[in-house]
């Protein structure tokens, strides 16, 4: 493995590892359905406002999604504080990495999604305003549609990257991570679960009976805009199928195994009774056109729990090795560690017998300033003689923090740092000095 093996930093784990595990999946399901709806809700609003051009009745009902899905877009971003602080609290190591790697991009998630918001705000604000200035009433949505696309993208990306240390190393920004095997086929797949998603949500919010009495839509039967969104539904549960063998193909081998196989073909099964449901309420009459409309709800449900359990297994395989080499490379680093301090204290410890003489500091600190004749740079050894034969410990208070004395000269540096055993042994070296 050619892999950048970093260090960890060896601190406690806030919480147990399998109840943060959980915690993750968890909060991570939450999350990343108001994305679908967020996602969703965005393309299917900017689609109804195109269609609102020659039915001006899906224009109003683009400004209905607008409105409702405002809330979600705020949870979507809400619900994604706790799984992020797991993932680098779990992950400390790999997800630092990868958000470095393609750290401008990572960093404009933030100035992006505000610009998004800000644009979605004004344009629920408003709608009225520019609806006949179709140019910026479309432009609007489409630029914070694409960002709302983009934002997911980068998310991706970087929990990709993560995964597979070993292409760190060629990996250059953004564009060369995101072109990595697996990135697109899985963001396709996120893309149709986000249409899948939030069709069932619009079919559950236009049968409500808020949305009757509201009646945003005047031409069209209410009947005909609930299987309007029903059929998205059943067009992206077989893109959904169809990218998640893509992306399942595209899975890099490390964290492949037949467990994780097996769970995502499990959570890929109810798909199966899901379509053949839509498409017998899709042909029902009126009376009975939603009949299986919560059996299908339950369906998916299952199924996202099964892939996001699937998903993390995927993440635990893939880094098993990674983080069992990270765990070596720590160990060995704080023996090594440790010994050095050893190493240190050992010589600390024996210090006074090397220093004994005195001589050895006195060459080291003092004999560019003091010659043993003559005056330099500070006076010469025989004029300290003199000045401190019987009195070495003036000498080392001397030393240790010196004085101004001599006008002509400058102030010597203080010696603060060697020890009381050093500064003894060079006032005995210097006084005993045979010039
Ligand atoms: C950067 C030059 C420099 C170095 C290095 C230096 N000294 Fe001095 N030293 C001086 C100067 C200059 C004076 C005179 C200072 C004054 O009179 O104010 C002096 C004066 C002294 C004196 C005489 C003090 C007195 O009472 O007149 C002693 C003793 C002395 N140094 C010891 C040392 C020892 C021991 C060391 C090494 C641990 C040392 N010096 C390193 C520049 C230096």
């Not at 609290?89 to 401008?104: E, R």
């Not at 309420?281 to 299986?292: G, P, S, V």
């Amino acid at each position: 493995m050619n892999a950048p093996i970093p260090r960890d930093i060896p601190l406690p784990l806030p919480a147990s590892e399998g109840l943060l595990e959980i915690l993750l999946i968890v909060s991570f399901v939450v999350h990343i359905i108001f994305v679908h709806l967020m996602v969703g809700g965005s393309l299917f609003s900017l689609v109804c406002q195109v269609k609102g051009l020659d039915v001006p009745d899906y224009d109003r009902l683009a400004n209905y999604i607008m409105r409702s899905i405002t809330v979600n877009k705020s949870l979507a971003v809400v619900m994604g504080v706790a799984p992020l602080l797991i993932i680098n609290t779990l992950y400390a190591p790999q997800f630092y990495a990868s958000s470095a790697l393609m750290g401008d991009v990572w960093m404009a998630v933030i100035p992006l999604v505000t610009i998004a918001f800000l644009a979605a705000y004004a344009h629920k604000f408003w709608w009225n305003r520019f609806v006949d200035f179709k140019v910026m009433h479309i432009g609007i949505a489409f630029l914070e549609t694409t960002i709302f696309l983009l934002v997911p993208l980068i998310f991706m990306t970087n929990v990709n990257l993560m995964l597979f240390p070993e292409r760190w190393p060629e990996v250059k920004g953004f564009f060369s991570a995101m072109l990595l095997p697996n990135v697109l086929p899985r963001y396709l797949h996120f893309l149709s679960a986000a249409v899948l998603i939030s069709s069932l949500f619009l079919v559950w919010l236009t049968g409500r009976r808020a949305f009757a009495l509201e009646a945003p839509v005047n031409t069209l039967r209410i009947l005909d805009v609930r299987r309007f969104f029903y059929s998205f539904a059943l067009g992206a549960v077989l893109v959904q199928v169809l990218t998640g063998m893509l992306a399942w193909i595209t899975l890099p081998a490390e964290g492949m195994s037949w467990t994780v196989t097996i769970w995502l073909f499990i959570g890929g099964v109810p798909a199966i009774p899901a379509v053949w449901l839509i498409w017998r309420d899709l042909n029902e009459q009126a009376r009975n056109a939603f009949k299986h409309f919560n059996k299908v709800v339950g369906l998916f449900a299952i199924s996202i729990l099964i892939m996001a359990y699937a998903r993390h297994e995927y993440r635990v395989n893939s880094l098993t090795d990674h983080n069992m080499a990270i765990a070596l490379k720590t160990t060995n680093y704080r023996a090594a560690a440790l010994q050095a301090k050893q190493d240190a204290d050992y010589i600390e410890r024996m210090k006074p017998a090397v220093s004994q003489s005195g001589e050895g500091d006195f060459q080291q600190y003092c004999a560019a300033c003091h010659h043993s004749e003559l005056p330099t740079v500070g006076p010469a050894i025989p004029e300290i003689k003199t000045i401190y034969a019987n009195d070495p410990e003036g000498f080392v208070r001397w030393t240790r923090s010196p004085g101004k004395k001599r006008p002509e000269s400058m102030k010597m540096p203080g010696f603060s740092h060697l020890s009381d055993n050093q500064l003894q042994a060079i006032a005995r070296y210097v006084l005993a000095r045979e010039e």
